[in-house]
């Protein structure tokens, strides 16, 4: 069965359907949205619901899509309710496949409605203007554009949020974007990283301790939840901490109270929670890595940070927002990057995601000598093609980078025995890199012609141009 005593807690509404799309749940909330008695939606269709989708006339759609998917994939759609009283309201609807412990297939749905904002008109799906930009984050592909239409309407209710997604999606970007979006906007945000603490340290970190708790506890301290009490606080790769901690931060949500590390009193505290994991919850609650109890409580309203690669068309527009960075930071008058680079940046996999791509901008600066980033001023890795095959084999980066990494105006060299470390293979890579170039190949790597030359004469490599 599923828990549903947490679900009448939450400000949204929820509720549960079985695999005949008949209704088993709903809280006092879907029936504040909807207009209609909880006992009059208990074992009715779907349909009762008036959910509908602007065009579609088949009100199953979200329920066949639910089904189609696995138990870790989320559906999500901005759709509109018609109430008993017969307002037309804009919400939000996800939904997720569940397997629950009795191995029943349930669909848990969470309705936002979107009337609670003070600017949501109500308009046709299609018809917002694409932004380029929502507050830090940047993109216009239609997945970040379902990303800020998602922070909207979060930010209108106080549901936690648990933020999924590849390191370096900026998972932290879209919780601060909520957190400014939001009646809260005026208090703390609050970031901890629950990877960077040992239990004792982290429990302290968050709670806060009392005099002579610990040794080195010198002075009372207060927490990091108490620091965002009416705010919000960031808790990133909640997926790392330990049974304990997962414990006490059950205890904070259930009971909106903190107890100091040595202490018995009880301090209240008004949090939203905002978590963030790369690491995929649900999985590690099937495994009792990580309590189900828990998981509901944090992950009310999921949101998935899409990879780079998955929106490749933001890349151009990401690099102009880096450059604009980077030339205010350097005071490098760089502009453009050229066509040939693009192309490289544009087929390259981006496994550290937009994290990665700044890097690669902010390196690129520090070699460009122009104003123009060309290929030569990329990371070797990136424009390297081969390398970029081992690198992005299927979709994630699953292998470290070669030793053969030489940052080419840096000169690093690998020296054994006096002589360049390169395999031929590695040297006939270098020499089609550069279109059979010697003086710009022993250039790249570091080295004279002429002990490029001896290299190659090694090799039984010749070439005719110089």
């Known amino acids: 069965m599923i828990n549903s005593d947490f679900m009448e807690y939450l400000p949204c509404g929820m509720f549960v359907l079985n695999t005949n799309g008949m209704i088993e749940y709903v809280n006092d909330h879907v029936a504040e949205i909807t207009g209609i008695a909880k006992e009059d939606l208990i074992n009715r269709e779907f349909s009762v619901l008036n959910i509908y989708k602007k065009g579609v006339t088949d009100t199953s759609f979200c ?4 089904m189609e998917r696995s138990s870790d994939a989320i559906i999500s759609n901005r759709l509109f309710l018609k109430r008993k009283d017969g307002v037309e309201l804009l919400i939000y609807l996800s939904g997720r496949w569940h397997v629950d412990s009795n191995n029943q297939s349930k669909a848990i749905f969470c309705i936002i409605d979107s009337s609670r904002f003070a600017d949501c008109p109500i308009e046709d799906e299609n018809s917002p203007g694409e932004r380029e930009s929502f507050y830090n984050l940047v993109g216009k ?5 379902e990303i800020y239409e998602l922070i909207e309407m979060t930010s209108a209710t106080n549901v936690n949020v648990v933020i ?4 370096g999606t900026g998972k932290e970007l879209i919780a601060a974007a909520i957190h400014k979006n939001s009646e809260r906007k005026d208090k703390a945000f609050v970031r901890v990283n629950c990877s960077a603490l040992t239990e004792s340290l982290l429990e302290s970190e968050l709670f806060g301790h009392v005099k002579g708790s610990f040794t080195g506890a010198f002075k009372d301290r207060i927490g990091r939840f108490e620091e965002a009490d009416g705010g919000t606080i960031f808790l990133d790769e909640i997926g790392e901490i330990s049974p304990v901690i997962q414990v006490k931060l059950l205890h904070v949500l259930q009971e909106r109270v903190i107890v100091r590390v040595g202490d018995n009193k009880e301090i209240k505290v008004d949090v939203r929670i905002i978590s963030a994991t790369n690491r995929n919850l649900r999985s ?3 495994k009792n890595k990580f309590r189900e109890d828990l998981f509901y409580r944090l992950n009310v309203f999921p949101i998935y940070a899409p990879s780079l690669r998955d929106r490749k068309n933001d890349i151009k527009l990401l690099c102009d927002f ?7 930071s350097t005071g490098k008058d760089i502009t453009k990057i050229s066509p040939d680079a693009m192309r490289i940046l544009i087929g390259y996999c981006w496994p550290g995601n937009v994290r990665e791509l700044e890097n690669c901008i902010e390196h690129s600066f520090v070699l460009c000598q122009g104003d123009e980033i060309d ?3 990329l990371p070797h890795e990136i424009r390297v093609a081969a ?4 690198i992005c084999k299927g979709k994630t980066a699953v292998v470290s980078i070669p030793e053969i990494n030489i940052t080419p105006v840096l000169q690093r060299r690998k020296k054994q025995g006096g002589r360049l470390n390169i395999s031929r293979t590695e040297l006939i890579r270098e020499l089609e890199l550069h279109d059979q170039n010697r003086a710009a190949t022993a250039r790249d790597l570091g080295i004279s012609t002429v002990a490029l030359w001896k290299k190659m004469h090694k090799f039984g490599i010749m070439n005719n141009t110089g």
């Open 141 to 145: 592909d239609s997945k970040m554009q």
């Open 164 to 167: 999924q997604g590849e390191s």
């Open 322 to 328: 880096f450059l604009e960075k980077f030339r205010k």
């Open 387 to 390: 390398l970029r095959e081992g």
């Open 63 to 66: 329920i066949k899509e639910c």
């Open 375 to 377: 290929p030569m001023d």
């Open 284 to 286: 590690m609650v099937a």
